[in-house]
């Protein structure tokens, strides 16, 4: 994350307009205040006791909806200050990195797939094409990436994040490129739920692709979330709308809604069958193509 003013206190700021389609037409869905004890203890919790709890204090989670798209998201996000305080002192940075190292074989295997999709749905030589991850994270992905033969960058801002990444033999930008054709795929996963104005970034990725290249985003699925908020409150199990960070929460169609407001028309990939196991197949590619939360678009 950038680095603050060193004289920028924490804050959250309000979000007067729809971080998807930027209409100004909300209405709230849940509201509570961060000193409620509720919230107090769950951050507490999950952040092992970093956070200065003072700096939340008049502070209040509340989660509007768009009357124009229906998307859900967090009004008060935290200033940049308080995101560089979130991102590099806040989140526990060893344990993200050690649940990388010791990923089960699924997570890689889950790559592997994309990638294979990816290599389907470009007619060209893996050495031809262009990728860039944004919010590489550890820079795994792109690792494997790497591995099938991809021509690879990869856009992240934390410090510790590039070093490591870059150890591994990543090759790591902290800029995009001026607007032009320099990408045949550009990959965010779990990326676009932290961002103040995911509208105006993904524009700025697009301006990025070349014709006809192709975006993947993968955000964690919002589903049932706004009936849980209206009849039930908040929760811990609502991730998708987790406090101060998931400050977007997607459905499928608030996705596409992203998307195509950024100049991008989802694409459905290849069938990926495996004849020995049809029925299982089958449900994924039902759940992939038509309910979940990561979608293939390509640039209109």
């Known amino acids: 994350m950038p680095e603050p003013e060193l004289d920028m206190d924490i ?20 509201k509570l ?3 409620d004890q509720r919230l107090s203890d769950f951050i507490e919790e999950f952040y092992q006791g970093r956070v200065d709890l003072t700096v939340l204090a008049d502070a209040t989670y ?31 940075n060893q344990a993200s ?16 797939a994309q990638l294979e999709t990816v290599g389907r749905m470009i007619a060209k030589p893996p050495y031809q094409i262009n990728v860039l991850e944004f919010g590489a994270g550890w820079g795994y992905w792109s690792r494997m990436a790497q591995a099938f033969g ?16 870059r150890q591994m033999g990543v090759d790591v930008i902290q800029a995009l490129p001026d607007a ?27 301006s990025r692709l070349k014709p006809g290249g192709l975006v993947y985003l ?10 849980q908020l209206r009849h039930h409150g908040w929760t811990q199990e609502l991730d998708a709308i987790h406090p101060l960070e998931h400050i977007n929460c997607f459905t499928r169609k608030s996705l596409i809604s992203l998307a195509v ?34 979608i293939f678009f390509k640039k209109a």
């Open 150 to 165: 991809f021509s690879v960058q990869s856009l992240e801002l934390s410090p510790d994040r590039v070093d490591y990444a």
């Open 33 to 35: 205040p961060y000193s």
């Open 261 to 294: 407001n950024a100049g991008l028309k989802p694409v459905q990939p290849p069938l990926r069958l495996d004849m020995t196991r049809l029925w299982r197949g089958l449900k994924r590619e039902i759940n992939d193509r038509w309910l979940t939360t990561h």
């Open 97 to 112: 990195l050690l649940k990388k190292q010791r990923a089960k074989s699924k997570l890689f295997r889950q790559y592997a």
């Open 62 to 92: 509340q989660v509007d909806k768009c009357s124009h798209c229906d998307s859900l998201f967090q009004s008060y996000v935290l200033n940049e200050a308080g995101q560089a305080a979130l991102y590099g002192d806040w989140v526990d």
């Open 11 to 30: 804050e959250l700021n309000r979000r007067h307009n729809c971080p998807i389609c930027e209409s100004k037409e909300l209405e709230t869905v849940f």
């Open 218 to 227: 993968r955000v964690p699925d919002g589903r049932g979330v706004e009936r």
């Open 180 to 206: 032009g054709s320099h990408y045949d795929l550009i990959y965010a996963n779990q990326v676009f739920e932290h961002l103040e104005q995911p509208l105006q970034t993904l524009r700025q990725l697009v």
